[in-house]
């Protein structure tokens, strides 16, 4: 059984004049258990959309999305967001970690909406990714590399099927931007998670055997949000 299999996928948005615009429409797309995949396209070209249909933040139009042989489009809200805390971990391209919580707590709370609290191994994430002195340290209090780090460990807490990463190396300068490749996919392996990044970035899509091209994934021409 595949990990993700995704089938006549489309996704529409309303216009001010009641039309629509299609944004995206995706044919076929597979990955296998302990795939990493990196797909390559322009900023603005929907990618986004995909990961969050994926995901289940948006709710597609039409098609087939299964993870591990659930099909997640006929699921309520409700069951996606349960699977999705579970099964599915996230790396925002903004990390999206809370300001008010420090790095131990961010990760924790990403776990109280999955398996449940486990502070032990939210500490031994921290630590493997180099922030074992930053456990009480604030968001503000570390640089864009360390919350990178901090956004990683929290993707991971749950022990995810699949790792979805959006622009991951966005705001990283490209010593960074390797290392959190490099950390990802480690982090990935020891887990035997599926990854799926998105990215712009031609240093990323090296560091991936697997590429796909999104202007041929995606069959909606034109730039989107």
Same mark, same amino acid.
């Given at each position: 059984? /595949?990990?993700? #299999?995704?089938?006549?996928?489309e996704k529409n948005y309303p216009l001010p004049d009641s ?12 990955? #296998? @258990? ?13 990618? $986004? ?32 967001? %349960? ?16 300001? *008010?919580? $420090? ?10 909406? *999955?398996?449940?609290?486990?502070? /032990? %191994?939210?500490?031994?994430? +921290? ?12 968001? %503000? ?7 990178? @780090? ?11 099927? +699949? ?5 991951? $190396?966005?705001?990283? =300068? ?14 990935? =392996?020891?887990?035997? /998670? ?6 712009? =970035? ?24």
């Amino acid at each position: 059984m /595949a990990l993700l #299999e995704i089938q006549n996928l489309e996704k529409n948005y309303p216009l001010p004049d009641s039309e629509c615009i299609k944004v995206l429409d995706v044919r076929d797309f597979k990955m #296998e @258990r302990g795939d990493k995949v990196v797909i390559h396209g322009e900023s603005g070209s929907g990618k $986004t959309t995909f990961l969050h249909l994926i995901a289940g933040i948006l709710s597609a139009d039409s098609g087939s999305i299964k993870l591990g042989g659930k099909e997640l489009l006929n699921m309520p809200q409700s069951a996606r967001d %349960r699977l999705r805390a579970t099964s599915i971990g996230y790396i925002f391209q903004t990390f999206n970690l809370l300001q *008010g919580f $420090t790095c131990l707590e961010n990760v924790l709370l990403g776990m109280s909406f *999955g398996h449940g609290i486990d502070d /032990a %191994r939210a500490r031994q994430l +921290l630590t493997v990714v180099g922030l074992e002195n930053r456990l009480n340290h604030y968001p %503000r209090q570390l640089s864009v590399g360390q919350q990178q @780090r901090v956004a990683l460990a929290r993707a991971l807490a749950n022990r995810p099927k +699949l790792v979805l990463a959006d622009e991951p $190396t966005g705001n990283l =300068d490209p010593a960074n931007s390797r290392a959190a490749i490099e950390l990802l996919q480690e982090l990935c =392996d020891a887990d035997g /998670a599926g990854l799926l990044v998105v990215s712009h =970035d031609m240093k990323v899509m090296d560091s991936f055997s697997s590429k796909v091209s999104w202007a041929k994934l995606n069959r909606v021409t034109g730039e989107m949000k």
